[in-house]
């Protein structure tokens, strides 16, 4: 079903009228430029990603495997930042943060590290799914197929769930991709990643839709989502296109010192949407040299991730005394399918006056008011974000809005979007070290 659209208030963000009018400017040869990737549909473009949301080809694709194998009891994703962050962000959202626990005949697990504990308490998930005769499926995601913990993880698990059908092992990568190769000869399913899609710009392609759809969530609706989103991002006028003006107000504060951007979300589902956008925001904008490759700017806004209320009683002390370094995003959720109430108290109400009576929803509202209130009295800047619901709409609204706003801005920024060279460095010297 479709939701109502998300609204974003860029009323207390702080960019002056006339910098966010210069940034629109510079802007607009970049946004008719990206009109003509969808108009042209040029999957060879840089920023590819953005016809993903009303791509057919790949999602029937998903589609049609999801429906040959089901729902599983355990999916296990195995992959590292760009391969999972997105579809982990888009379930922790529909399913929240408890489904495992709530779902024990349907849950999902994500493999993204060779932490020993982490990779036992894995392991140990899988042999009690199967000595209870429930069904395992492994979706290994990697673009180049050579991703050290992935496929560290991936053969690890193969081994340890010896006689796992070769239909329960589904390979997402690269279209030619050597891993390619060795899923067919292994008779292991395949899905093909178009090779223009970075990681962090992939949530929509197979690599977040497919892992979706076996976990029962509306993949089609959150690419319907993204569609919409898609068009008011394409716009030229700044006023109607908020990922332009995020990008723009960005590039003005980070010009003004503020070189630091959190995104505070005010719900625990959005956790993992917080962490999907660091890393879109830190490997996209943080480079060495400008877009030419010449010139050396070690450009960049680190990107922070907090989750209220929690963070309140944690970080919110260095956020209004601290250094005048950051800009925030308030994201937040206006209504749930389930919002407790507390009972009318008196020993509640003798401690805390006025929360007797008041469901979670009411609390947390009057929580996140307060703290704008208290940030804009002190004149730090942030935009705020409105979702309906936590439904897949609304999020592949927001994700699309993101992705667009960090290739503007990367523009403003006058860096490369789409690389992340120095990523090689610490994969280069993890493989020495493996050689010796």
Not at 217 to 237: N, V
Not at 245 to 271: C, E, K, P, W
Not at 304 to 331: C, E, I, N, W
Request: aromatic letters at 6%; a neutral charge.
């Amino acid at each position: 079903m479709k939701s109502p659209p998300i609204s974003v208030d860029f009323s207390s963000f702080g960019a002056p009228k006339a910098a966010l009018a210069a940034s629109a400017k510079k802007l607009q040869p970049y946004i008719s430029e990206l009109g003509q990737v969808v108009e042209g549909r040029n999957w060879e473009h840089p920023a590819a990603s953005i016809l993903l949301a009303d791509e057919t080809h790949y999602l029937a694709q998903s589609m049609a495997l999801a429906h040959r194998i089901g729902k599983p009891n355990l999916l296990i994703v195995v992959g590292i930042g760009g391969s999972n962050l997105g579809a982990l962000a888009v379930s922790q959202a529909v399913l929240g943060p408890y489904h495992n626990l709530l779902h024990p005949d349907n849950q999902l697990v994500f493999a993204d590290t060779v932490d020993a504990p982490s990779v036992s308490a894995v392991l140990s998930l899988a042999h009690a799914c199967r000595e209870r005769g429930g069904s395992v499926v492994i979706n290994v995601i990697s673009k180049s197929g050579a991703t050290l913990e992935t496929q560290a993880l991936f053969t690890l698990l193969r081994y340890s769930l010896g006689g796992l059908k070769p239909s329960h092992i589904i390979v997402t990568s690269d279209e030619g991709s050597a891993f390619e190769r060795q899923a067919e000869k292994a008779g292991w399913s395949f899905l093909p990643i178009p090779k223009a899609v970075g990681g962090r710009y992939s949530v929509f392609s197979s690599v977040g839709i497919f892992p979706l759809l076996l976990m029962g969530i509306d993949a089609q609706e959150l690419l319907a989502g993204a569609l919409a989103m898609r068009e008011k991002c394409l716009s030229p006028h700044v006023q109607q296109n908020p990922a332009m003006q995020m990008a723009a107000g960005l590039h003005y504060h980070r010009a003004a010192g503020r070189t630091i951007h959190d995104h505070f979300v005010f719900s625990n589902s959005l956790d993992s949407a917080g962490k999907w956008y660091r890393q879109l925001m830190a490997e996209s904008l943080g480079k060495e040299h400008d877009a030419g490759g010449k010139r050396r700017v070690h450009a960049g806004i680190t990107p922070t991730s907090s989750t209220g209320s929690t963070d309140l009683h944690s970080m919110v002390q260095l956020y209004l005394a601290g250094p005048a370094d950051k800009t925030f995003r308030f994201v937040h959720v206006s209504s749930f399918p389930s919002d407790p109430r507390t009972p009318k108290d008196e020993r509640l109400e003798a401690l805390v006056p006025h929360a007797g009576g008041r469901s979670m929803g009411e609390l947390m509202g009057a929580i996140l008011s307060g703290t704008q209130t208290a940030f804009r009295s002190r004149h730090i800047p942030f935009a705020d974000v409105s979702l309906p619901s936590l439904s897949p709409h609304c999020m592949g609204q927001m994700m699309q809005m993101e992705m667009i706003e960090t290739m503007l801005l990367a523009k403003l920024a006058n860096v490369n979007a789409f690389d992340q060279p120095a990523v090689e460095e610490y994969k280069k010297e993890t493989r020495k070290r493996l050689s010796k």
